[in-house]
């Protein structure tokens, strides 16, 4: 469908993949697209790699680190974490967080064309999707056909307005920060610790999201899901202590402070630097995705 040769299209997979990687990554192959995903061998021996020295957050390098390793695609698709909130709060001052495409291309530099997409499905996506297509499909018939067949794909899941996490008879750790950090493998090693926790990425985050707004609008979506968090495990009968996941980033910093304010219960940060090997493995495993079944 697309024009040849074939076009290459790359994915950045640290950050949110689950919740809107599967649905760019049908609608590119449906357009004819062939989808690259970053070699987690290839990404940990670019860890190293002077150009990754000015980044501090572990999250981001291993998002830079993947963008090298995809240097061949002709695009590289990342996620908006900000999407078209412009809030000079919280994250907002982070620009790896509030411009991710931009502040990547501008750091580290002979990157192919990046495409930032929205990080999280809604029925808004189809604008954003639809103009997309265009650029790699010159038929605007194809195209409709193309979006229709994938527009089901768009909506975000369906699931209780209130999620509920059972309560539980023992004493527990609410465990919350940043979303892309909170994936399994992190969550592993903190059980491995002989931790009991109620984590974050537990609930929906629509829910958190709406729970941290009737706090603070003027945040980004990313901070007001993590205080939204912090807000319900706070009133968890059991749930005894806050623990906030930090990356070395500023955001973080502003997030443990902010949590540390609206919680009545005991609130510490946990570095990632802290965990076994630096943190580098369970992330780098959230990162690694498998290919959908052609």
């Not at 996941?245 to 005991?266: E, F, I, M, N, T």
């Amino acid at each position: 469908m697309l024009h040849c040769p074939t076009v290459h299209i790359g994915f950045v997979t640290q950050l949110l993949w689950d919740r809107y990687g599967p649905f760019w990554q049908k609608l590119f192959e449906d357009a004819g697209a062939e989808i690259v995903m970053p070699d987690p061998r290839r990404v940990r021996s670019l860890l190293s790699d002077v150009r990754l020295d000015p980044i501090p957050a572990l999250a981001f390098r291993l998002v830079a680190a993947q963008a090298l390793v995809l240097v061949d695609a002709d695009l590289v698709v990342v996620p908006d974490l900000a999407g078209e909130e412009e809030v000079d709060r919280g994250s907002g001052q982070d620009p790896w967080i509030a411009s991710l495409s931009y502040t990547l291309g501008a750091t580290v530099g002979g990157l192919p064309r990046l495409l930032p997409v929205p990080a999280q499905l809604s029925p808004a996506i189809e604008g954003r999707a639809v103009e997309i297509l265009h650029q790699l499909v010159h038929d605007p018939a194809r195209v409709r056909r193309v979006w229709d067949r994938n527009r089901a794909l768009a909506r975000p899941p369906q699931g209780r307005d209130l999620p509920q996490v059972p309560l539980s008879d023992r004493c527990s750790v609410g465990v919350l920060g940043q979303p892309w950090l909170l994936g399994p493998p992190l969550l592993q090693v903190l059980e491995a610790e002989g931790i009991s926790l109620v984590a974050q990425s537990q609930f929906a985050p629509a829910s958190l999201r709406r729970e941290g707004g009737r706090l603070e609008m003027a945040l980004l979506p990313t901070d007001r899901e993590t205080l939204g968090a912090a807000l319900l495990l706070s009133r968890r009968g059991d749930v005894e202590r806050l623990v906030v996941v930090q990356d070395r980033s500023g955001a973080d910093g502003w997030l443990l402070r902010a949590v540390r304010r609206l919680s009545h219960k005991p609130v510490t940060g946990r570095l990632l630097s802290e965990l076994p090997g630096g943190g580098v493995d369970p992330l780098l495993a959230s990162g690694e995705v498998q290919r959908l079944p052609g």
